[in-house]
């Protein structure tokens, strides 16, 4: 008889098809893994699993075909690797990002850093919906972040000083959105069209477009699935370490006021999410004021 210890329970264990076999899976924050972590999952997979890996849509890993009455001593192998069992049920589940800044010409924001603090923070939280944190460096949102329930896209807003513009157009050409265009030797923008991904910045050859710096569009409510809905927005941060907050905020919202067996897609209508926008935004005009902040 299999001891209950508990870890059958947890939501990184995964009951499949054949009810005799779990599936186990790993906590990778950011989907960053090291060589030694990527060589010590091979040997528990080897050891445990059916002799493969699996590589989900959330930047985890998943060793497949665990027999359950070995979960505890591979629980204590995962844990020594720096590769602990995951999160999956109603909780804060493994945290996305791209490359970020890091390595990635379009990027805005570092993402990488941001996902592993909100990841050692939030982590695992039980909460009364799952909840998926999602970060990308730009707008062109590869990790998808608007349909999570949490989403953080980089962004960067130019801005047009009088006087400098060349009229050389390059912006123009660089701009996927359309959204820019020559009139009278300058260029002009259309802010309903721009998407604020600070392509045309990189562009201008003669570096006469400015821009407000890095900032942080946060979104709330988005959903995978079959049904998806992208999210609302909530603000526009100006530093990574508001963001933290403001994503805290967020899911001591959730855990306070949204109930369980709904998306939160589903219910934020009901728990006054335009409500809980005004207080956090009311409660950080202070931090706008004195610097570094938010932007409705």
Same mark, same amino acid.
């Given at each position: 008889m299999i001891k209950d210890t508990g870890i059958h329970m947890k939501g990184g264990v995964i009951t499949e098809l054949d009810y005799d076999f779990c599936t186990v899976r790993t906590r990778v924050p950011a989907g960053n893994l090291t060589p030694a972590q990527l060589r010590g999952l091979a040997d528990i997979a080897d050891a445990y699993g059916k002799g493969y890996i699996h590589v989900t849509t959330r930047q985890t890993v998943e060793i497949p075909h665990v027999d359950p009455a070995r979960l505890e001593v591979l629980a204590r192998d995962l844990a020594s690797n720096n590769t602990p069992i995951g999160s999956e049920k109603d909780e804060i589940v493994n945290v996305v990002c791209c490359p970020g800044n890091e390595r990635c010409k379009y990027a805005n924001i570092d993402t990488i850093t941001l996902a592993r603090e909100l990841d050692a923070r939030l982590f695992g939280r039980e909460m009364p919906v799952k909840i998926r944190i999602s970060l990308s460096g730009c707008p062109n949102a590869c990790t998808s972040p608007m349909l999570n329930e949490i989403g953080i896209i980089?962004?960067?807003?130019? !801005?047009?000083?009088?006087?400098?513009?060349?009229?050389?157009?390059?912006?123009?050409?660089?701009?996927? /959105?359309?959204?820019?265009? !020559?009139?009278?030797?300058?260029?002009?923008?259309?802010? /309903?069209?721009?998407? #604020?991904?600070?392509?045309?910045?990189? =562009?201008?050859?003669?570096?006469?477009? #400015?821009? #407000?710096?890095?900032?942080?569009?946060?979104?709330?409510?988005?959903?995978?699935?079959?049904?998806?809905?992208?999210?609302?927005?909530?603000?526009?941060?100006?530093?990574?370490?508001?963001?933290? /907050? !403001?994503?805290?905020? !967020?899911?001591?919202?959730?855990?306070?006021?949204?109930? =369980?067996?709904?998306?939160?897609?589903?219910?934020?209508?009901?728990?006054r999410f335009d409500a809980f926008r005004d207080e956090v935004l009311a409660g950080l005009e202070k931090q706008k004021e004195d610097g570094p902040g938010i932007s409705a």
């Open positions: 980089g962004i960067r807003e130019p !801005i047009r000083t009088a006087g400098l513009c060349t009229g050389c157009g390059t912006c123009m050409e660089y701009c996927r /959105e359309d959204a820019i265009r !020559i009139r009278n030797g300058i260029s002009v923008l259309d802010t /309903e069209r721009c998407m #604020k991904c600070g392509n045309c910045l990189i =562009s201008c050859p003669f570096g006469t477009l #400015k821009t #407000k710096g890095r900032q942080y569009l946060v979104t709330v409510g988005g959903r995978r699935g079959r049904h998806p809905k992208v999210g609302r927005k909530l603000a526009v941060l100006d530093d990574d370490t508001t963001v933290i /907050e !403001i994503v805290e905020k !967020i899911v001591q919202w959730v855990y306070r006021r949204a109930w =369980s067996g709904r998306l939160l897609s589903d219910q934020l209508d009901d728990i």
